[in-house]
């Protein structure tokens, strides 16, 4: 493969680990035999990560399966670690022409990064192809009338559904049916091992994922416990490197009398569209007023919430469910994040960028829209007057503790800590704070 070879075509996995009901995979074997399939250690992200990374652990295991898979129909993956426009310069040397194809990613920086490779490639006369995979509907395909994107989730909702009945978009694109097209590879290739990337393995897994008839007709009532592990699917990192199909996934989702795991499913799109068009949500609030916030942004208060040492169980809980197994329940998620936002009052960037580090499922999109959720700060938002009441919440989802005892084994006892602070006073003074940003700026 080192030789200068005519032309050489490339698959560029990236967040779409998988062989089959692959977009790009399927049109590149599709159209052309000897394809090469490469995956990039990127070091532009690796290089700003801690060394015992959970999702470094998964994405490196999901990689060495996706070489196994390659292998066992006669090829390999070529791995490598470093800047991806250092190594498609160096691969565009390799050949006269190159073509490169790969599966649309909406986040900022990959659209930068892809922007770059695109010149790279074109000015070597190959062709940068690019494929929607990773949703069902990419940002442009699901608009207002007056062709500007939507910024609610309800009607973006129902155009979707609308939209879905008419296009199907859960047909796959068997990419596992053209893998003869691949190119021959006998001799197995070097890759390269976690450490020599200065990680070290981390002992966090990821759960498996369950969606089957019986788990999505009772998703609407199981999903609000979060005692119940399989009340949800845990498929959020799968989904996230493309480990399944969405278009699978989906299609499951729709074919089940009850849709309420449909619309979860639509709230991803959702944000996978607003990073697109808001590009800068990842760092400004959505609603500019909430800039105008004067935080408080206690560091000590900020140790606590992160230790699980608020003196509010449910939120104590969640932090400490995430930081042993890189996952948070959903609804603990959205009552630790209004307290650090509203009781707190910390900058929501605080708690999004904490929970970039440790959930397995980061997406940023995903992560962004939430917390500005939370925080009242973004586009389809809790109004900011709501305050979740960490103590009401627990009653409600964890009415026999069994959450809460679990992550807390010093609950009622001297060692667990009192309330850092009092919920009628943060109510209060949460009010204050965001009514005095909001009505001098709106
Ligand atoms: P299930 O309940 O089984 O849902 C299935 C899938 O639907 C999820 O895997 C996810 O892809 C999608 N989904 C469900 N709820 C949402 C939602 N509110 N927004 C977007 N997609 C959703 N989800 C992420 O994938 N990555 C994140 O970084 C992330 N950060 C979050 C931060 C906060 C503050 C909050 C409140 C929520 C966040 N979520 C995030 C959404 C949600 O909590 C997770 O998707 C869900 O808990 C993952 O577990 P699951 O796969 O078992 O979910």
């Not at 190594?87 to 770059?116: C, G, M, Q, T």
């Not at 909702?157 to 190119?183: G, N, Q, R, T, V």
Request: hydrophobic letters at 40%.
């Amino acid at each position: 493969m080192n030789k200068k070879t005519k032309e050489q075509v490339v698959m560029w996995f990236r967040r779409d680990l998988r062989l089959y009901d692959n977009t790009a995979l399927y049109f590149a074997l599709k159209k052309h035999v000897h394809v090469v399939s490469i995956f990039i250690f990127d070091r532009n992200i690796l290089d700003f990560l801690e060394k015992d990374d959970a999702r470094v652990t998964f994405i490196y295991d999901a990689v060495l399966q996706l070489k196994s898979d390659l292998q066992k129909n006669g090829s390999d993956l070529r791995i490598f670690y470093g800047n991806p426009e250092d190594i498609f310069i160096l691969l565009a040397k390799e050949h006269d022409v190159l073509s490169v194809y790969v599966n649309e990613d909406y986040e900022p920086y990959a659209r930068l990064r892809d922007k770059k490779i695109k010149k790279i490639i074109e000015i070597n006369n190959g062709v940068f192809q690019c494929y929607k995979d990773h949703v069902l509907f990419a940002p442009d395909e699901i608009k207002k009338n007056d062709n500007t994107p939507y910024v609610v989730y309800t009607p973006y909702k129902k155009k979707w559904l609308d939209m879905a009945e008419e296009l199907m978009p859960y047909s796959i694109f068997p990419s596992e049916d053209y893998l003869a097209h691949l190119i021959k590879i006998k001799k197995p290739l070097k890759w390269i091992k976690l450490k020599n990337m200065g990680f070290i393995r981390s002992h966090i897994r990821a759960s498996k994922y369950r969606i089957d008839e019986t788990f999505l007709e009772n998703y609407n009532q199981s999903r609000e416990y979060p005692s119940d592990e399989h009340g949800t699917s845990r498929i959020g990192p799968y989904l996230r490197f493309g480990i399944v199909s969405i278009r699978e996934i989906a299609r499951k989702a729709a074919e089940s009398h009850d849709k309420t795991f449909l619309y979860e499913l639509i709230w991803r799109n959702f944000f996978q569209m607003i990073i697109f068009y808001y590009p800068k949500t990842t760092q400004k609030s959505f609603k500019v007023p909430y800039d105008y916030i004067v935080w408080n942004n206690n560091k000590k208060d900020f140790m606590a919430w992160c230790e699980g040492k608020t003196g509010y169980p449910l939120v104590d809980a969640g932090m400490r469910e995430l930081r042993a197994t890189g996952h948070m329940h959903n609804r603990v998620r959205m009552v630790a994040a209004s307290f650090l936002c509203k009781h707190l009052l910390i900058d929501w960037r605080w708690g999004e960028r904490y929970f970039a580090r440790y959930l397995l499922d980061f997406e940023l999109a995903s992560n962004v829209g939430n917390w500005q959720w939370a925080a009242g700060s973004g586009c389809d938002a809790a109004p900011y007057f709501r305050i979740f009441n960490p103590k009401i919440q627990l009653k409600k989802f964890d009415p026999d503790s069994v959450y809460i005892k679990k992550w807390l084994p010093e609950l009622n006892t001297e060692q667990y800590p009192k309330p850092i602070v009092e919920h009628r006073f943060a109510r209060e003074r949460v009010f204050l704070v965001y009514k005095k940003a909001l009505k001098r700026n709106l």
